[in-house]
């Protein structure tokens, strides 16, 4: 058994033996664990009882789940419904009738997730986000556990000093891994983000930057920015900004996926890129 089933187990014990909610679901008909291809946390279950099914995440405290919590009520626009928090437990609608996002509905929806993205950023985080040691702190733990060599590592925390010189990073708040599996659709084209987990204080367009190399075509790019400066000022991302991001972003990548304990082959793909972008 992998880490993610491991934890899914552990949590789903932890749900019998809690009953959240057991006022509301009443008697639950039945609990399925939610492990994508891509998980890596095993935090989340669908719920199925006499009124509905519902989408029931394990938070790793109640602290956690009160920032959760708020998060969903300061975003309503964004998340699917929110039902409430039990203790480190959060409910919120199961997404019936909606299906996860393809390519296609990415590019074609760019500019309406531009405006999400915005919406996010344009909130200010109260919080002592060192960017700067984040990102030591993170490529230190690579080299500690051997993921990377001495030699990458001096070359990446080069273009990291370097990059950073050239651009004014403010911190607010943003959404974490913003890629196509993190959406759903309905047939009406509405969309939603379903990482209740993934709305934290960050460098402003983190995310961003991760979506847009995504997107990777120019017509879905300025759709995308057409949408963002719909709502707030987009004209700090910048092709710098944007390069500085994701290099922020592929060692937090990097590093989260081998600390949660995944197969390293889950991280190839992005420490190639590393090697490639600080080549």
Same mark, same amino acid.
């Given at each position: 058994?992998?880490?993610?089933?491991?934890?899914?187990a552990?949590?789903l014990e932890?749900?019998?033996n809690d009953?959240p909610?057991?006022?509301?679901?009443?008697?639950? *008909?039945?609990?399925e664990?939610?492990i994508?291809s891509?998980?890596?946390s095993?935090?989340a279950?669908?719920?199925a009882?006499a009124?509905?099914?519902?989408k029931?995440r394990v938070?790793?405290?109640?602290? %956690?789940?009160? $920032?959760?919590?708020d998060?969903l009520?300061?975003?309503?626009?964004?998340?699917?419904?929110?039902?409430?928090?039990?203790?480190?437990?959060?409910?919120?609608? /199961?997404?019936?009738g909606?299906?996860?996002? $393809?390519?296609?509905d990415? !590019?074609?929806?760019?500019?309406?997730?531009?405006?999400?993205?915005?919406e996010?950023?344009?909130a200010?985080?109260n919080?002592? &986000?060192d960017?700067? *040691?984040?990102?030591? $702190? !993170?490529?230190?733990?690579l080299?500690? %556990?051997?993921?990377?060599?001495?030699?990458? &590592?001096?070359?990446v925390?080069?273009?990291?000093?370097?990059?950073?010189?050239?651009?004014?990073v403010r911190i607010?708040?943003?959404?974490?891994?913003?890629?196509?599996?993190?959406?759903?659709?309905?047939?009406?084209?509405?969309i939603?983000?379903?990482?209740?987990?993934?709305?934290?204080?960050r460098?402003?367009g983190?995310?961003? /930057?991760?979506?847009l %190399?995504?997107?990777? &075509?120019e017509?879905?790019?300025?759709?995308?920015m /057409?949408?963002?400066?719909?709502?707030?000022?987009?004209?700090?991302?910048?092709?710098?900004?944007?390069? &500085?991001?994701h290099l922020?972003?592929?060692?937090?990548?990097?590093?989260?996926?081998?600390?949660?304990?995944?197969?390293l082959?889950?991280? *190839?793909?992005?420490?190639?890129?590393? !090697?490639?972008?600080?080549?």
């Amino acid at each position: 058994m992998d880490s993610v089933h491991r934890r899914s187990a552990e949590n789903l014990e932890s749900v019998k033996n809690d009953r959240p909610f057991a006022h509301f679901l009443g008697e639950i *008909q039945s609990i399925e664990p939610l492990i994508a291809s891509n998980a890596l946390s095993g935090n989340a279950f669908f719920v199925a009882c006499a009124s509905g099914k519902y989408k029931l995440r394990v938070c790793d405290s109640e602290a %956690r789940a009160k $920032t959760i919590e708020d998060n969903l009520r300061r975003f309503p626009n964004i998340f699917p419904k929110f039902y409430g928090r039990d203790g480190r437990y959060i409910l919120t609608e /199961a997404l019936v009738g909606y299906r996860g996002l $393809t390519n296609d509905d990415l !590019r074609r929806s760019a500019r309406k997730i531009g405006r999400l993205c915005a919406e996010v950023n344009s909130a200010e985080a109260n919080a002592d &986000h060192d960017h700067r *040691q984040f990102f030591i $702190t !993170r490529i230190a733990k690579l080299l500690h %556990r051997g993921i990377i060599d001495r030699e990458l &590592h001096d070359r990446v925390l080069g273009r990291y000093e370097q990059s950073l010189d050239r651009v004014t990073v403010r911190i607010s708040l943003d959404m974490n891994d913003l890629h196509k599996g993190n959406f759903m659709i309905d047939k009406d084209d509405n969309i939603l983000f379903i990482d209740e987990e993934g709305i934290n204080p960050r460098m402003r367009g983190q995310g961003v /930057a991760k979506l847009l %190399r995504a997107i990777g &075509h120019e017509d879905e790019y300025r759709e995308f920015m /057409a949408g963002y400066n719909e709502v707030a000022d987009g004209s700090f991302l910048t092709p710098e900004y944007l390069a &500085h991001m994701h290099l922020v972003e592929l060692v937090r990548t990097i590093n989260f996926k081998t600390e949660v304990g995944v197969n390293l082959d889950r991280a *190839q793909k992005d420490l190639d890129e590393l !090697r490639k972008f600080c080549a």
